[in-house]
């Protein structure tokens, strides 16, 4: 690895850690090693700083941003009418018709 691509992997672990201050560095810094090793074998090493960054900051959001918040009470599709089937166990099941604007 040249002194240019060690440079810019440092400008990508800061970057990563400003964006993720709730975690440790360490685990920035072990996330972008690890996805840094991914690209031993590659002959052509422009890009590799980009690459890791896309690839660990894609592994972060993943792994510890926050879940959506769910709904308190639950929405209900007015406009569209209900189909209601009955299975063979009695039980009903309300199953939404979806009509498309083309067909309108």
């Given amino acids: 690895m040249g002194d240019n691509e060690r440079q810019n992997i ?11 201050p709730n975690l440790e560095p360490g685990v920035v810094e072990d996330l972008i090693e690890a996805t840094l090793h991914r690209f031993d074998d590659c002959r052509i090493r422009d890009f590799v700083p980009l690459l890791v960054e896309r ?10 941003s926050s879940a959506p ?9 007015t406009e569209e009418p209900v189909t209601r089937s009955v299975t ?17």
């Avoid at 440092?10 to 993720?20: A, N, P």
């Avoid at 918040?69 to 599709?77: G, R, S």
């Avoid at 099941?93 to 498309?100: A, D, H, L, T």
């Fill in 10 to 20: 440092d400008v990508v672990r800061i970057r990563l850690i400003q964006r993720f």
């Fill in 55 to 64: 690839a660990a900051m894609r592994t972060l959001d993943a792994t510890y």
């Fill in 69 to 77: 918040m769910l709904a308190a009470e639950p929405v209900l599709a």
């Fill in 88 to 104: 063979s166990s009695g039980k009903v099941w309300g199953v939404f018709v979806r009509r498309s604007p083309r067909l309108s």
